[in-house]
T-cell receptor, first 111, second 116 residues
């Protein structure tokens, strides 16, 4: 079973920031938080991951709470092309470990 | 960045025939590849973990004799759906990792299988 809890759906206006929450209260000390997204009928795309510090890349920012029990993925300026299912996954960084997908959050960006 | 090529993207086959799906890592060596299945409006379900040069590890409930996985090289894994039936119609996706996945696994674009 997935170790994370995400809202099933969210809406966001184009150009605004999209903040996607994720609860992972049973996360272990060696587990990272990964975010992927899947645009309709495509393979998932890696977005970002982190252990305990906040992270930022060209796609998004990841904010992890100090107790690591929850995190938020931030898309600073959502576009229509960001409409997708977003998956929050906790997993160790050990080679050979598979990603286990939960139900994710369907983000709908509208103009 | 790392690229995983999956082929074919779409296939229609007759019931009772076999279909092979290829997953290639184009610019890195993948010691481990994963195969997923996704039914409409559902999440990805892990089917098996494929390790180069050894037998695949199948998830509970996945028939290893029906879904044959071969990972003969560090850049190629194949999934063969044998004696396909309409209930095998699904979206099949592979992913590959290069050792410790510091930058996450890379996924193929998926294969839409329709069995008629």
């Amino acid at each position: 079973d997935a170790k994370t809890t995400q809202p099933p759906s969210m809406d966001c206006a184009e150009g605004r920031a999209a903040n996607l929450p994720c609860n992972h209260s049973t996360i272990s000390g060696n587990e990272y938080v990964y975010w992927y997204r899947q645009i309709h009928s495509q393979g998932p795309q890696y977005i970002i991951h982190g252990l305990k510090n906040n992270e930022t890349n060209e796609m998004a920012s990841l904010i992890i709470t100090e107790d690591r029990k929850s995190s938020t993925l931030i898309l600073p300026h959502a576009t229509l092309r960001d409409t997708a299912v977003y998956y929050c996954i906790v997993m160790s960084n050990q080679a050979g470990t598979a990603l286990i997908f939960g139900k994710g959050t369907t983000l709908s960006v509208s103009s | 960045g790392a690229v995983v090529s999956q082929h074919p993207s779409r296939v229609i086959c007759k019931s009772g025939t076999s279909v092979k799906i290829e997953c290639r890592s184009l610019d890195f060596q993948a010691t481990t590849m994963f195969w997923y299945r996704q039914f409409p409006k559902q999440s990805l379900m892990l089917m098996a973990t494929s390790n180069e040069g050894s037998k695949a590890t199948y998830e509970q409930g996945v028939e290893k004799d029906k879904f044959l996985i071969n990972h003969a090289s560090l850049t190629l894994s194949t999934l063969t759906v044998t004696s396909a039936h309409p209930e095998d119609s699904s979206f099949y996706i592979c992913s590959a990792g290069e050792g410790a996945h510091s930058y996450g696994y890379t996924f193929g674009s998926g294969t839409r299988l329709t069995v008629v």
